[in-house]
């Protein structure tokens, strides 16, 4: 079946970089693109940024402009998220999502969500 | 680009029914039928309830409906049900080539 598996719960310390996959299984993986959501504790979803099909654009959200990197490796199915000089504040659960481009913009199928603490 | 706004929780009893609201600008919902309805139960991600305004994907329940009107958005559902009781989140695709999410609304069903 389409799902998207992702990494394990890092934890990391102010300053340094963290990076989540989201391995793709089901579908064609070049026919969508991937979409990355934040989730602080006890808050809502928050974009971060996305790529789309065939790697053709990469747009990242005004907040995360010059920290972030969204890139995906069609030999592996996989895509990835790398967030630098993380702070406490980015202390949330990460989620993958696909970007079914056509049908209505929508993020059709989620990961499980990575949990990313940062702690000194 | 603000969050859309969405009341921060709604009740209802089962069986009733009830609406969540999404309001945004014209940038957003205003500007696209690219809005959609995600549910999240606690420790799940989220789930895709509505797209483009008023559709429902294969498998979510009839009892769920969306409208649009303007820059405000909303969702309906009901017949409402125990398994209802979640946090929903409105979310619209914008002029920046980029989604917005609402702040969320949490639904109690008593």
């Known amino acids: 079946q389409v799902q998207l598996v992702q990494s394990g719960a890092e934890v990391k310390k102010p300053g340094a970089s963290v990076k989540v996959s989201c391995k793709a299984s089901?579908?064609?993986?070049?026919?969508?693109?991937f979409s990355w959501v934040r989730q602080a504790p006890g808050q809502g979803l928050e974009l971060m940024g996305w790529i789309s099909a065939n790697n053709v654009n990469t747009i990242y959200t005004q907040k995360f402009q010059g920290r972030v990197t969204v890139t995906t490796d069609t030999s592996t199915s996989t895509a990835y998220m790398e967030l630098r000089s993380l702070r406490s504040d980015d202390t949330a659960v990460y989620y993958c999502?696909?970007?079914?481009?056509?049908?209505?913009?929508?993020?059709?199928?989620w990961g499980q969500g990575t949990m990313v603490t940062v702690s000194s | 680009q603000s969050a859309l706004t969405q009341p921060a929780s709604v009740s209802g009893s089962p069986g009733q029914s009830i609406t969540i609201s999404c309001t945004g600008t014209?940038?957003?919902?205003?500007?696209?039928?690219?809005v959609s309805w995600y549910q999240q139960h606690p420790g799940k991600a989220p789930k895709l309830m509505i797209y483009e305004v008023s559709n429902r994907p294969s498998g979510v329940s009839n009892r769920f409906s969306g409208s649009k009107s303007g820059n405000t958005a909303s969702l309906t559902i009901s017949g409402l049900q125990a398994e209802d009781e979640a946090h929903y989140y409105c979310s619209s695709y914008t002029s920046s080539g980029t989604w917005v999410f609402g702040g969320g609304t949490k639904l109690t069903v008593l």
């Open positions: 089901g579908y064609t993986f070049t026919g969508h693109g």
């Open positions: 999502a696909r970007v079914y481009w056509n049908q209505g913009r929508i993020f059709d199928i």
């Open positions: 014209s940038s957003d919902v205003g500007g696209y039928n690219y």
